[in-house]
């Protein structure tokens, strides 16, 4: 596509269900990032992949949160039985490699409250 | 590790120039970028410096110093659609870009 989309747009749940947020990448990006925003503050980093594999799994919050990549495209970010501190804006963005100077893409991003 | 320190807030009136620092750590450096986020929004690049000195793409620029550890973004001739958080982020000794805590810009007539 012509940029990184991502669904659903908004998601509101329930404390303690499960969630799932998908992220299309950037055409032929290999590299691909999931972020962290809470309402008026910075991007927290949670998770890298290099084409399907996830070299940098360290900003995973806690053993809830999940996120797989299949066919060095899509991605899927799982958060199980959810929090009220879940809830932000999880950003997904791409880029045509990983490393050092490669500009990011982001998308909209998917908006998460947990009542 | 890796961290970075921006201003959390900066106002300023429509036409005026406006200066927007950052200062980093870090281990490794391949380089600094900016990226621009509106409320509701997605954070979009705006640009990158990777060697010392001032990149200028129209009325933005963005200048960077590796032996002061230190970079900003210089935005001139300020519209009130400037109005925004800015970041900027580091790429390091790792992979992954760190952004920093972001800094709004408030933009008056």
């Known amino acids: 596509g012509a940029g990184v989309s991502q669904s659903p747009s908004n998601k509101v749940t329930e404390k303690g269900k499960d969630v799932e947020l998908r992220c299309d990448p950037i055409s032929g990006h290999t590299a691909l990032y999931w972020y962290r925003q809470r309402l008026g503050q910075g991007l927290e980093f949670l998770i890298y992949f290099q084409g399907n594999s996830a070299p940098d799994k360290s900003g995973l919050p806690s053993d809830r949160f999940s996120a797989e990549r299949t066919g060095e495209s899509v991605s899927t970010l799982t958060i199980q039985r959810t929090q009220q501190e879940d809830s932000a804006v999880y950003l997904c963005?791409?880029?045509?490699?990983?490393?050092?100077?490669?500009?990011?893409?982001f998308g909209e991003g998917s908006w998460l409250t947990v009542v | 590790g890796q961290s970075l320190e921006q201003p959390s807030e900066v106002t300023a009136v429509e036409g005026a120039i406006v200066q927007i620092n950052c200062t980093y750590q870090?281990?490794?450096?391949?380089?600094l970028s900016w990226y621009q986020q509106h409320d509701g929004g997605a954070p979009t690049f705006l640009s990158y410096n990777a060697l010392d000195g001032l990149e200028e793409t129209g009325r933005f620029s963005s200048f960077l110093s590796r032996s002061d550890s230190y970079g900003y973004l210089l935005l001139q001739e300020l519209q009130m659609k400037d109005s925004a958080s800015y970041f900027c982020a580091l790429s390091g000794g790792s992979y992954i870009p760190t952004f920093g805590r972001g800094t709004s810009l408030i933009v008056h007539p």
């Open positions: 870090t281990s490794g450096f391949y380089g």
């Open positions: 963005a791409s880029s045509l490699e990983g490393g050092g100077g490669n500009t990011i893409y």
